[in-house]
């Protein structure tokens, strides 16, 4: 310990060199700053400054994960009581663009690493902020269900595997890479009992994970049905809630489905404006809690979701209303906000982590106007804060371990708003990471300098070997070339299996004569009458012509 106090006095501080820390830019934020947020309050640091104007100290300097001098973010060193920064990280904002139509479904998993994302376009993609640069691109981008919009995505609990609901009848599950795992069966459409199908036979509008089990999952449908699956069983359901309208007991869409927080609640949103709430330890029989006339009929609810006490409920109707209810007084509900314009059947709303504000998009009422995302105050539904977006917002997501929120447009990019003092990770990633490096003329000048070693026939050898696999069908990926030549029976072509079918199998019975086929046996039937013995007894079959029938024939024959 001495001779260490002693090596720092005489200014040795250890052995080797040095390594160079990475200065990061401290101005870095200001680039995805929006325009119209809010001029952040001035730091302790910028009070005794001489200069007038907002001061560059308000950003905080970071620069090493292990440095010590980064300013820490203390709420009560400011002077003003606002704590909009706390509430609401909306004052800095980048954008991912490469949806080509409205994304109509978002999410993110539970670690704030990943967004997944689907559209109308028909694509799910992947993004992930670690992976990602400057340009905002996702690393992933695949069809789940052809030419089928996307209706909703989920991330299970653990946040390894993610469903996809589309426009078809089948779920289909996805590991956390994007690998297919299994896709669900679907039901027979020409049953009429529901119960008695395997899977749904209608387009599905929306799924979610059981938060306790996460084996088990919903999906709801316009099938009239909401149906319960186990991840390991993807031939049939486990149970089966169908839904029956008020009027005659006929069906209705869900439009919308959700868990509550400690699993033992399922609810489901229906296009007659009817809410539902089933008990899972139930028959499914009849809901437990139901509440007809929720919304307008007619009109698609976009979401449903339990909040953290899961005794109040929010939806967001088709009707312009966001509507908060109470379960144990599930009949009318405790705040209602309107006049908020929706576009887009599926848009949502959200709570806040903390459970102090409620978020939903709402679309602007001139054509091609702007659209904007409201925060409302849970408890009234007032609104507190709206922030314009350059197209419709659908879906809102707020992250509550990275503190960001995710809205998901109609012209379809995303926006990412985040705070640099409050939010964690997620978009503040992509801020930390330097512009790519350009190449520079002495990169170029080694790479010329560099000598090239070219083996005696190596190219030729290289040529071969793809001129072989160009031939190979499977390697080359030729497709199948199309039919061409000569029909028969109405059919233009025919495959190689046809033609063998119809060597082997051919039936001329009708171009014979019927009294020569009987002839073509007469000397059989005479050399061996074992099977035409009785037939020899009776008079002949055929009768000989008489001579002036045949002389008449040939009289008629020369006129």
């Known amino acids: 310990m001495a001779d260490m106090d002693m090596l720092a006095a005489m200014g040795i501080t250890g052995f080797g060199k040095a390594s160079a820390k990475r200065q990061l830019d401290p101005a870095r934020f200001d680039k995805t700053k929006r325009t119209d947020a809010k001029a952040s309050p001035p730091t302790p640091a910028s009070k005794d400054a001489s200069t007038p104007g907002p001061s560059t100290s308000s950003v905080p300097t970071v620069q090493d994960a292990q440095s010590q001098n980064e300013p820490e973010y203390n709420p009560s060193d400011f002077e003003d ?66 030419s089928y919009h996307i209706h909703d995505v989920k991330y299970s609990m653990d946040g390894q595997k993610f469903l996809v609901a589309s426009g078809t009848t089948q779920a289909r599950l996805y590991d956390r890479d994007g690998e297919e795992q299994a896709t669900f069966v679907k039901g027979d459409p020409y049953i009429r009992d529901m119960k008695h199908t395997s899977g749904h036979v209608g387009e599905l509008s929306s799924c979610a994970w059981n938060p306790k089990e996460s084996n088990l999952f919903i999906t709801a449908s316009a099938d009239s049905t909401i149906r319960i699956w186990d991840v390991e069983n993807k031939r049939k359901q486990k149970s089966v809630i169908v839904v029956k309208s008020k009027e005659r007991g006929a069906r209705t869409k869900i439009t919308g489905c959700a868990y509550s927080p400690d699993g033992r609640l399922i609810s489901g949103t229906c296009l007659d404006g009817a809410v539902h709430m089933w008990q899972t330890n139930s028959n499914f029989v009849r809901p437990n809690q139901t509440v007809e006339g929720a919304h307008t009929k007619g009109t698609e609810t976009g979401s449903v979701v339990f ?31 309107e006049d908020l314009e929706t576009l887009y059947p599926n848009t949502n709303a959200t709570f806040s982590p903390d459970g102090k504000y409620v978020i939903t998009g709402a679309a602007s009422s001139v054509k091609g106007g702007k659209g904007k995302i409201v925060f409302l105050k849970k408890d009234s539904l007032d609104v507190v804060k709206s922030i314009e977006t350059d197209a419709t917002p659908v879906k809102v997501f707020w992250h509550p371990r990275i503190n960001q929120i995710v809205a998901g447009l109609s012209n379809g990019q995303i926006s990412v708003f985040y705070s640099p003092l409050t939010s964690s990770n997620g ?40 001129n072989r696999d160009r031939m190979d069908p499977r390697k080359a990926r030729r497709p199948e070339l199309p039919v061409t030549g000569p029909g028969r029976g109405g059919r233009v072509g025919a495959s190689a299996t046809q033609h063998l079918v119809q060597s082997l199998v051919r039936d001329s019975s009708r171009d014979d004569d019927p009294r020569e086929a009987l002839l073509r046996y007469a000397q059989q039937a005479e050399e061996d009458p074992q099977w035409t013995a009785a037939w020899g007894t009776n008079p002949k079959v055929f009768a000989e012509v008489e001579q002036d029938k045949e002389d008449e024939e040939e009289k008629w024959s020369r006129k």
């Open 307 to 337: 909040g953290v006490d899961g005794r109040t409920v929010l939806t967001r109707g088709g009707d312009n209303t966001v509507k908060l209810w109470d379960l144990r007084a599930f009949k009318k509900p405790l705040a209602v906000q």
């Open 427 to 466: 978009a503040k990633l992509l801020m930390n990471k330097g512009p790519p490096r350009k190449v520079t003329v002495e990169d170029m000048s080694d790479a010329l300098a560099a000598p090239t070693i070219v083996t005696p026939g190596a190219q030729r050898f290289r040529m071969a070997w793809s």
């Open 81 to 146: 009581d606002d704590d909009e920064l706390d509430d609401f990280p909306i004052s800095h904002e980048i954008v991912l663009k490469d949806h080509t139509k409205v994304v109509s479904a978002l999410t993110l998993d539970p670690s704030g690493a990943r967004i997944l994302s689907g559209s109308h376009d028909y694509d799910c993609k992947l993004w992930d902020f670690g992976g990602m640069d400057s340009r905002c691109k996702p690393f992933l981008t695949w069809e789940p269900a052809g």
